[in-house]
């Protein structure tokens, strides 16, 4: 019947379909055509069929050999070939046709084709396929990947904590420890460290070509390449710690600045910098006003400044330095303590709890008097009725209340020293013992501060040694600026022993002292001066003199301290005579002394004159005050009686009248008149100013 006719076909792949008629209207589709049939019509329609198909053939290659697992994906859709595998596609109609690779890291593709035209991108190729053509395709696949390893290594060992930044990304290390990236395409990769502070950061490698940067590594990877690179850290930091003193203390706000920043401390506090590169630091710190600064540093080498310190560090060095500011005012003369025991001012016996005496502690006491051939224990002080006492009681022989069993100790109350001026302690002592003695039995007297410091101490020995009261003094300065107290100690150690010992008149001073003298070393004295003299034998020297006797002692071979003294002739001789002052006056001069112009000034000395009943007054010991003019401070004369130098005596004369003035001391010594035996010894001469 008339009407519309449709007849389609499938089309092969690879095929493309023409189609033409005859005898009526038809209209040709893709696959087929639409007739119109009229009455009575005949058409005929040729469906012609032509082969335009072609294929295209994916090839995997690998260098080396034997990779597997390359990844395709595409107009072709998706599939995984390995080395020397294919994969083809046929009866594929003319057109364009794109095949991509998910190329592995580590390697570059080649890629060629045959058979028709195409275009090769970075990771594929686009093919143009024309009818009928077989078009086949090679991906090659190289290994050129190469890998960068990090090694983190610390000295001293066992630094963790290492930072690393830059085209492997951020990742953290420990000494030992090590970071890898494998596959890496050749090219330059930078690798940082975050260097700790106090530390310096050395790198090297091995596998590849590197340039080593201040804080890390430039890495040039060539194919294949393995690198290793070493990221050695060393730690050379040091410290520097401030330390702030003043003298006296409890000072307040001192500031610094410099190369460590702005901090401020108060006495005793401290600022300290740790990891410090080695190098040059300087401190300063706002000097305030009435105060001196002084510097010390420990640890290292160092130059004081006017205002602070330069320190030169070195690797590993821990350094302290203290800044010291001392009241540069004129410190007061006077008394800081003194306890001529006629009260208690708090002494305390056994401080430390672990005395061992059982009998002779020590007490303050109006003290018996005790005798053995001589005299053990004094029964009159230095002052008053009181004194500090080992046992203050007689009983009912020598040795019952004397030291037995070991150590005995009592301390003062405390004592508060300026930062500045002679300070001075001293005191009158005895220690006196049997020839059961021995020198593990003492007297001792220590100080005690931020340190503890024996200053006074006298051992026992194996003879008989009788009690006289003696003075001694010592300085203190070494503990300006601290609160101190004196521990006294006395002690029968070993085999029972009789001791006996005693503390009097116990004063800490500030002074001035213009002069000072134990003739241990020269001062410049002069004999004979004026060059008058008429003494033919015992002239003045600085000696360690010999002992002479006759019935008595004439010379002391003891010093009043040390080993050294003034005396006329040192030497005795072949009798007692034979180097003694004879036929005149000797005379030594001391060198200039600047009298201070304020306090009570004296001068002070220990002194001895001995001679035989052969003596007269014509004979002397004198000492003189050489200024503008010349006057007479201290004379002692002889007499026709026996006066023997048992002890040093002790002279202290009022030098207020020559306040402010340059002096000389003038001593002599004279034998005049008759010829008698005369001997003469002067030590520990002494100008001083004290509080008025």
Not at 128 to 141: G, K, M, Q, R, S
Not at 175 to 197: K, L, W
Not at 426 to 437: P, V
């Amino acid at each position: 019947m008339p009407g519309e006719y449709s007849v389609s076909q499938g089309v092969p792949a690879g095929y493309v379909l023409d189609l033409s008629g005859t005898g009526a209207a038809y209209v040709a589709t893709v696959e087929g055509v639409i007739i119109t049939l009229d009455a009575n019509e005949d058409i005929v329609c040729t469906f012609t069929n032509t082969d335009v198909g072609g294929s295209i053939t994916i090839i995997a290659a690998s260098d080396p050999a034997g990779a597997a697992g390359f990844e395709y994906y595409g107009n072709m859709g998706q599939f995984t070939l390995d080395d020397g595998d294919s994969e083809q596609r046929t009866t594929l109609m003319p057109g364009e046709y794109t095949v991509y690779q998910g190329v592995p890291a580590g390697y570059v593709l080649d890629l060629a084709c045959t058979g028709g035209d195409y275009v090769a991108t970075a990771e594929g190729v686009i093919i143009t396929l024309t009818a009928n053509e077989d078009i086949v395709c090679t991906f090659t696949n190289t290994d050129v990947g190469g890998t960068v390893t990090i090694m983190a290594a610390s000295d001293p060992a066992g630094a963790a904590g290492f930072s690393y930044y830059g085209n492997f990304g951020q990742f953290l290390l420990d000494d030992g420890q090590s970071e890898q990236r494998v596959d890496q395409m050749p090219g330059e990769y930078t690798v940082y460290q975050g260097i700790p502070a106090g530390y310096v950061l050395d790198v090297a490698c091995t596998g590849g070509d590197f340039i080593a940067l201040a804080e890390g590594v430039t890495v040039t990877l060539n194919a294949n390449e393995d690198i290793v690179c070493t990221f050695t850290n060393t730690y050379v930091g040091g410290s520097i710690t401030i330390e702030a003193v003043s003298q006296p203390a409890g000072g307040t706000g001192f500031g610094y600045y410099g190369s460590l920043g702005q901090f401020e401390l108060n006495d005793g506090e401290n600022e300290q910098r740790t990891d410090l590169m080695p190098g040059e630091y300087t401190i300063y710190q706002g000097l305030q006003a009435g105060l001196d600064l002084s510097i010390g540093c420990t640890g290292s080498d160092f130059t004081a400044l006017a205002e602070g310190v330069t320190v030169t560090l070195d690797a590993n060095e821990d350094v302290v330095c203290t800044f010291t500011n001392s009241d540069n005012s004129d410190p007061t003369l006077g008394n800081l303590f003194f306890d001529d025991f006629e009260s208690d001012l708090g002494w305390t016996v056994n401080p430390n709890g672990s005395d061992s005496a059982t009998t002779g502690m020590w007490e303050r006491a109006n003290p018996q008097h005790t005798h053995y051939h001589g005299p053990l224990q004094l029964g009159r002080t230095v002052s008053g009725d009181y004194d500090l006492v080992t046992g203050g009681a007689a009983g009912s022989d020598p040795g019952s209340y004397d030291v037995d069993g070991g150590v005995t100790s009592v301390r003062s109350p405390n004592i508060t020293l300026p930062s500045s001026g002679d300070i001075t302690l001293s005191f009158a002592y005895y220690l006196a013992h049997l020839e059961n003695a021995s020198n593990s039995d003492f007297l001792r007297v220590s100080v005690v501060g931020d340190t503890t410091a024996v200053i006074f101490e006298k051992t026992g020995a194996a003879y008989r040694n009788y009690a006289e009261w003696e003075q001694f003094s010592a300085s203190l300065n070494a503990f300006a600026g601290q609160t101190v107290y004196l521990l006294v100690e006395a002690a029968d150690n070993g085999a029972g022993s009789l001791v006996e010992a005693a503390l009097d008149d116990v004063s800490v001073d500030v002074i001035e002292i213009a002069f000072f003298d134990d003739f241990e070393t020269s001062q410049g004295w002069t004999v004979n001066a004026n060059g008058s003299d008429s003494a033919t034998t015992g002239m003045w020297e600085r000696a360690d003199a010999q002992w002479t006797d006759y019935y008595g002692t004439l010379q002391r071979g003891r010093a009043a301290s040390g080993n050294k003294n003034l005396v006329t002739g040192a030497l005795a001789g072949t009798d007692p005579g034979s180097y003694d002052v004879d036929n005149g006056v000797t005379s030594i001069q001391s060198p200039s002394i600047v009298v201070p112009s304020d306090g009570n000034i004296t001068l002070s000395f220990a002194y001895y004159l001995a001679h035989l009943n052969n003596s007269s007054a014509d004979d002397f010991l004198r000492v003189s005050v050489v200024g503008s003019t010349t006057t007479v401070v201290f004379e002692e004369r002889g007499a026709a009686n026996w006066d023997y130098a048992y002890r040093w005596e002790e002279a202290t004369i009022d030098l207020s009248d020559f306040a402010g003035q340059t002096i000389h001391l003038l001593i002599e010594a004279a034998d005049n008149g008759t010829a008698s035996l005369v001997e003469a010894g002067i030590d520990d001469v002494a100008i001083i100013a004290t509080g008025d």
